[in-house]
Structure formats: structure tokens, C-alpha cells
């Protein structure tokens, strides 16, 4: 059983994109059907593979955006002078095949065990989707571990599964810190993540929260040093960096 879990993982498998969904102007949902699929936990990503007509191939990650027991499903930020995420946001369509490999990473996971601590999520940009999957299995699963998720977005229309995130029920606050641009009348954080924020949002080192961090590496260096300089042990934080330069 083991063995071909492993194998799965390892093979390059064909799925089948059954719809896109529009998350924002540059983002979207990519729901897949993927027969071969040996499940997933909340957290981990998988590998995209695309080949051209000439044989030229080119591969990137992407995080599993839906829980365990869920359908796959990817959430794709557009980066104008990309390889991968213009064709995958702009040029796949309902019924197309794409090649998956996965899911990848036994670190970056939530397992649902609610016994323990609270979870300090915090996310820039896209870095929510593996955030979102952890939150739809805490859902999916009733428990009520207690959730803090702290969003760092460039204004409120770039918000990821907004509709979704302002409808988390009892134990999960959401907060969004918009750092381009805010609505008129914004109460809410602005500006990125830093320390001083962290102290006025992030549960109290002494509350043994688990953090996971996710979003482009310098973003996910800054927030992970701050929560270790305000107290957290270095174990307790956990990281997945998309690479990039940040902006969010
Ligand atoms: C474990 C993991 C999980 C990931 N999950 C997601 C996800 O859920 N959703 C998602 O949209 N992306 C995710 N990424 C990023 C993704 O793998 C690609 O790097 C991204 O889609 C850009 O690919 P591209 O081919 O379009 O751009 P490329 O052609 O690779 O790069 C184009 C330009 O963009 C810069 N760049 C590359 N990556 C980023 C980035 N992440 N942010 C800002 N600038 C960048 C490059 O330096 C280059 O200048 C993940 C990365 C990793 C490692």
C-alpha cells in the first residue's frame, strides 16, 4: 500500500481540468479530475508539468488548494512575464488535460490533530492557498482547534477566497492587512507584516501556537525571524516560500 502511494507520488499523471473559477482579476481556480490521485493531506503542493508541440517542457509547484477527501484543486497567481502561470490562468479551459505529480512535502501539513495548540496561519498573496486547504479540512473535519489567519494582500480586490475566508464560522479570525491600497474608511491593518504587528495579532508565544507561514521568500523570512524574535521556538514555525521577490 505504502509502496504505491510512493509510486503515485512519483508518476506523472494525467488529470483532467473540470473548471476554472475567477478568485481575482489575476487569479484563478483550477478544479481538477484526477483518477489516478492517491489523496492528499492539507498543506502539501504538487508538481505541474507542461510539454509544448517541439518536446519543450517546463515544470513549476503549486500548492493543493482544496482539503483532503476534496477534489484537487490549484490556485494560480498570473505573473505577466511568466513561463507557467499566464498559460495556466489564461490559456487552459474546461476539459483540457494537465500532467500532475504528487502531492509533494510531509513538513508544510496540518494532520487535523486538534488536540494540540492553536494555529497562527499567516500568508502573503497566493502563500493563502495552502492556508485555505488547512482551513477547509479544520472545516470539513468540525474541529475547533482555535485559528488565526493573518493576510497580507495589496488591496482588498486582491483578496484570495475572500467570500469564503469572511464566511469562517466560530474559533477562525481573519485578518487582513492591505498593503497598496485600502477601501475608503478602512479600519483594518495596512502596510506589510512585521514584528509590530505580529505582537498585536499572533497568539502569545506562551500560547504554544503552531504558525505556518507561506508566501514569496522574502515575505516568509521576515514574518518567520519576527515570530522567533517575539518568542516563538523555531520548530513552531513553519515555512513554504514561493520564491519571487514579494510584493504583497
Ligand atoms: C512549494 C511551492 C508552492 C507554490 N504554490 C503556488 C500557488 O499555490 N500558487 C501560485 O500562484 N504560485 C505558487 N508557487 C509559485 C509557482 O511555482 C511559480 O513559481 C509561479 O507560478 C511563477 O511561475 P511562472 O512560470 O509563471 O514564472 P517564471 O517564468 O518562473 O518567472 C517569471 C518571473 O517571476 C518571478 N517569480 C517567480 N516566482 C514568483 C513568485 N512566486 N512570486 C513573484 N515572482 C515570482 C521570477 O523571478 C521571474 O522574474 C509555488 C511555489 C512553490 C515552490
Known amino acids: 500500500m505504502a509502496g504505491t502511494a510512493v509510486r503515485g507520488r512519483l508518476t506523472w499523471q494525467v ?17 481538477l479530475q484526477a483518477p489516478d490521485w492517491a489523496g492528499h493531506l492539507a498543506g502539501q503542493h504538487l508538481d505541474v508539468r507542461l510539454t509544448a508541440e517541439d518536446g519543450y517542457r517546463a515544470e513549476r509547484s503549486y500548492s493543493i488548494a482544496s482539503a483532503p477527501g476534496e477534489p484537487v484543486a490549484l490556485t494560480v497567481e498570473r505573473l505577466e512575464d511568466g513561463e507557467v502561470s499566464p498559460y495556466l490562468t489564461e490559456e487552459l ?18 494532520d487535523g490533530d486538534d488536540s494540540v495548540t492553536p494555529l497562527m496561519l499567516i ?29 497580507s494582500a495589496r488591496s482588498l480586490a486582491d483578496v484570495i477566497y475572500r467570500d469564503e475566508l469572511d464566511q469562517e464560522g466560530a ?18 491593518h495596512r502596510g506589510r507584516v512585521d514584528k509590530s504587528m505580529l505582537s ?22 521576515t514574518v518567520a525571524s519576527s515570530l522567533v524574535g517575539l518568542g516563538y521556538p523555531a520548530q513552531r514555525v513553519k515555512t513554504e516560500r514561493f520564491g519571487g521577490i514579494g510584493g504583497s
Open 123 to 151: 500568508a502573503g498573496g497566493s502563500g493563502v492557498v495552502p492556508l485555505r486547504s488547512i482551513l477547509r479540512h479544520r472545516s470539513n473535519l468540525r474541529s475547533t482547534v482555535p485559528v488565526r489567519l493573518l493576510y
Open 200 to 221: 498585536e495579532v499572533a497568539w502569545p508565544p506562551d500560547q504554544q501556537a503552531i504558525a505556518y507561514v507561506c508566501g514569496p521568500t522574502p515575505f516568509v523570512e
Open 171 to 188: 474559533g477562525v479570525e481573519v485578518i487582513y492587512t492591505l498593503t497598496r491600497q485600502q477601501p475608503q474608511g478602512w479600519t483594518g
Open 15 to 31: 488529470s483532467a481540468v473540470t473548471a476554472l473559477i475567477d478568485e481575482t482579476a489575476s487569479v484563478k481556480t483550477i478544479e
Open 93 to 110: 479551459r474546461p476539459g483540457d488535460d494537465l500532467e500532475i505529480r504528487g502531492p509533494v512535502g510531509g513538513y508544510f501539513v496540518w
